[in-house]
């Protein structure tokens, strides 16, 4: 954990080849998960392997969120007196959410800034739908699909889960359709993973709601066969 430095701007805080390269990750939409809670701000930084993820924390002094207090990122590499790219790319992220930055900049399709009390579905099958139509008619990239598609379900459908388990089953259930209607090159055992992850979800909510509702995810979960 490092704390602030500067009273006025936080890219003061950073130098000009850290800040560069975090606005680049900003750029390529490499932030799987944001989220502000009082005074501190979190995201989830996918690696250029768009398989590894560093998890970043940003505390601000109070809850205005004007100074840093303090950043912390778990990635490796890089010397405890030292900031990372990730840290200053969820900053971005966060400047942007708070349109304090140019309107052209990408707003990845993952930030919300908590799991709401009343779900709108239709928004949710709405990033779903963003997320996979920016891959194109036929999706022959492969790695930062399911990177995507897992990101979705570990960021936005389990959280929800806890409190809204029936919106999180129509909201997987729509997303499972429509990656299994998908136009794609061979998964190499990703699909399974995702569907795998899915199956398990929908046990749990199952065992999570009685009545009607247990009936109807039993009725309606897609049948998934990965042998």
Not at 108 to 126: K, L, M
Request: charged content about 30%; glycine content about 4%; aromatic content about 14%.
């Amino acid at each position: 954990m490092i704390k602030g430095l500067s009273n006025v701007n936080w890219k003061n805080d950073f130098d000009d080849t850290t800040l560069e390269r975090g606005k680049d990750i900003y750029y390529r939409e490499n932030i799987m998960f944001y989220r502000v809670n009082n005074n501190e701000i979190s995201g989830t930084v996918i690696g250029k392997d768009r398989i590894s993820e560093y998890n970043v924390i940003i505390a601000f002094t109070d809850s205005s969120r004007t100074k840093v207090e303090s950043y912390e990122c778990k990635c490796c590499g890089v010397n405890s007196d030292k900031l990372c790219e990730h840290e200053a790319a969820v900053l971005f992220t966060y400047e942007k959410a708070n349109k304090q930055i140019n309107e052209s900049y990408p707003v990845t399709p993952y930030f919300i800034e908590e799991i709401p009390d009343e779900i709108d579905v239709g928004r949710y099958f709405d990033i779903i739908d963003q997320t996979i139509k920016k891959y194109g008619d036929f999706i022959g990239e492969i790695k930062p699909f399911f990177a995507d598609m897992m990101g979705i379900v570990k960021y936005i459908i389990e959280p929800m889960s806890e409190k809204h388990p029936m919106e999180a089953f129509e909201i997987s259930r729509y997303l499972y359709v429509e990656v299994d209607d998908a136009q794609m090159c061979e998964t190499h055992g990703r699909f399974e993973l995702f569907s795998e992850r899915l199956d398990a979800l929908w046990d749990k909510l199952e065992q999570m709601v009685q009545g009607e509702d247990r009936e109807y995810i039993a009725d309606e979960r897609p049948y998934i066969d990965n042998f």
